[in-house]
């Protein structure tokens, strides 16, 4: 059993989830999901990164003590991984003794391996406290960072540590170039060699003046203790929730797999690996930079005011629907909008009208022509033009071609398009008046009913209680979670019991 350790971006503990969070997490659920059902170990990490400047001044603005506010929001961001069916193993927090005790660890780690990788300096520049970082001139649009045009840039001269992040330009370069895949889609890993020629600057390793996060472990020469600049310690929480530097972490360590979106590849791909290597650590094996989801062609921000309320589009038709909805209609290696409109249609036409009504043909029919038992039946062409594109699946899902989950929805989709087709021009109903066709119709229900079976197993990554809601109407007798990918080619559902339950993607009621 091979492990399979991947992790999704900490979120700023600065407000409740919104619809981007929700997006990443729902993507790398789908992906740990997926993995789960080739029989990997998984290791799948969520968390919060709740110190920094960012987190500080919202505390400050509602008068109430950050720790308290971290704490609110670690609740809120769990219970709504928990409505969103978000399977992770592990919630990280920055504000854990234990992630505490591990930053620091790396950092000495750091200082004792390549004591010149940190040094002093004294530092004037421009803050973005939305980004967390110190902007260059080619970031900032009429004053303002381009990521964030809503805040007002802080104008900071300090004296603090720096890390060498120049002297990893060349050891990154090699590594894009000799190891494409770990950093993709290659749009992501064409930017950072942009950047890479364009040369590295060091960075902030320490802030002064920031109470809130972890201490540098080591003072100034004047004396001074500072802060821990909030990214060198959120990038370590990958390797901290392994239990660096103690016990087994290095049975997990390296993680598979880092999904961040496309704002924070670069800390990924530059700033992360150049610390492990620093540290003499092996590096993640992956970065995947999804894109942005937006909001009629808009970045949403709270301060912009173009906003989703998250529990209000989850309520239109439930967790899976909307979980299926995001990652078929928002490209994962790309950008792409959320409507109502596109919502409305998806359901209506890919859930209710195909896929559910799919589902309810056939059932209705092995109850009504075969007392709800599934006859035996020869493969047709339905399971051979299905087992054609299963590898199209998987290489969508398993890294080999990206991460494309919207391609591998798509592929099934076509399955579920050819299904009613078969429906249509075998025409059972029409066979069931004949007893001479009773062999063709036992053949064509048969094979119907395996296809759905195994539908059900690809769809169960994207909208898994719907899955298991079918895979049990249809009567199989093993748990769909102890389903293995390659098991599909072989999957015998002679004598399942068939039960009609819910209507699995309920028809909107017209308009009255
Ligand atoms: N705290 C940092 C990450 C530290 S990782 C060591 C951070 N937090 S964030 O809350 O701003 O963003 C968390 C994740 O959500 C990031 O991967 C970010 O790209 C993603 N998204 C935020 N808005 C998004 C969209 N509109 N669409 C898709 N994902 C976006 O950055």
Redesign the pocket.
């Known amino acids: 059993m091979s492990s399979y350790f991947l992790t999704?971006?900490?979120?700023?503990a600065?407000g409740d989830p919104?619809?981007?969070?929700a997006?990443?997490k729902i993507g790398a659920d789908a992906i740990a999901r997926y993995r789960r059902l080739r029989g990997d170990d998984v290791h799948f990490l969520v968390g919060m990164?709740e110190h920094g400047q960012k987190v500080e001044q919202t505390a400050q603005a509602q008068g109430i003590a950050p720790q308290a506010l971290v704490d609110t929001l670690s609740d809120h961001f769990q219970a709504m991984w928990k409505r969103l069916g978000i399977s992770y193993d592990q919630f990280m927090r920055t504000t854990d003794a234990q992630h505490k005790a591990g930053v620091r660890a790396l950092i000495e780690r750091i200082f004792e391996r390549n004591p010149t990788d940190f040094y002093e300096k004294a530092y004037e520049g421009w803050y973005c406290v939305g980004c967390?970082s110190f902007k260059q001139d080619a970031e900032i649009v009429d004053g303002k960072c381009v990521l964030h045009p809503t805040r007002t840039l802080e104008w900071v001269e300090e004296r603090n540590w720096f890390f060498r992040l120049s002297r990893y330009t060349d050891f990154l370069r090699a590594r894009l170039i000799d190891h494409p895949e770990t950093l993709q889609p290659d749009s992501r890993r064409n930017e950072m060699l942009a950047l890479l020629d364009r040369g590295l600057e060091d960075v902030s390793a320490s802030r002064s003046r920031l109470a809130w996060g972890i201490p540098f472990p080591k003072p100034l020469s004047s004396g001074e203790t500072q802060t821990t600049y909030?990214?060198f310690e959120?990038?370590p929480?990958?390797l901290t929730a392994t239990g660096f530097p103690d016990g087994a972490w290095a049975s997990r360590w390296p993680a598979q797999l880092h999904?961040?979106?496309?704002?924070?590849t670069r800390?990924?791909s530059m700033i992360?690996p150049a610390m492990l290597e620093a540290a003499g650590l092996p590096l993640p094996e992956r970065v995947w930079g999804?894109?942005?989801?937006?909001l009629g062609g808009e970045?949403?921000s709270k301060s912009a005011g173009v906003r989703l309320d998250l529990n209000e589009a989850i309520d239109r038709f439930g967790p899976d629907a909307f979980r299926y909805f995001l990652l078929r209609e928002v490209p994962f290696d790309a950008?792409g909008s959320f409507s109502w409109e596109r919502f409305e249609d998806r359901y209506n036409s890919d859930l209710a009208n195909a896929w559910g009504n799919l589902a309810s043909r056939v059932i209705s029919m092995v109850e009504r022509y075969c007392e709800g038992i599934v006859p035996s039946g020869a493969r047709t062409d339905v399971d051979t033009r299905d087992a054609a594109e299963l590898l199209e699946y998987h290489e969508a899902m398993d890294g080999t071609r990206g991460f494309l989950l919207h391609e591998a929805l798509r592929i099934v989709w076509q399955s579920v398009a050819r299904g009613n087709e078969y429906v249509d021009r075998q025409a059972p109903w029409k066979l069931a008046k004949d007893p001479a066709q009773r062999a063709e119709l036992e053949t064509t229900l048969a094979s119907l009913v395996r296809q759905l079976a195994r539908q059900a197993v690809l769809v169960a990554p994207f909208m898994p209680d719907k899955a298991q809601e079918l895979w049990t109407q249809l009567g199989a007798t093993r748990p769909l979670a102890n389903q293995r990918f390659h098991m599909l080619a072989t999957l015998d559902v002679t004598g399942w019991q068939v039960r009609k339950g819910e209507s699995l993607f309920p028809k909107e009621k017209p308009a009255a």
């Open positions: 999704t971006a900490i979120d700023y600065n919104h619809l981007g969070h997006y990443e990164d967390e909030v990214w959120a990038l929480n990958y999904i961040v979106g496309k704002d924070i800390f990924h992360w999804h894109g942005f989801v937006l970045r949403f950008d």
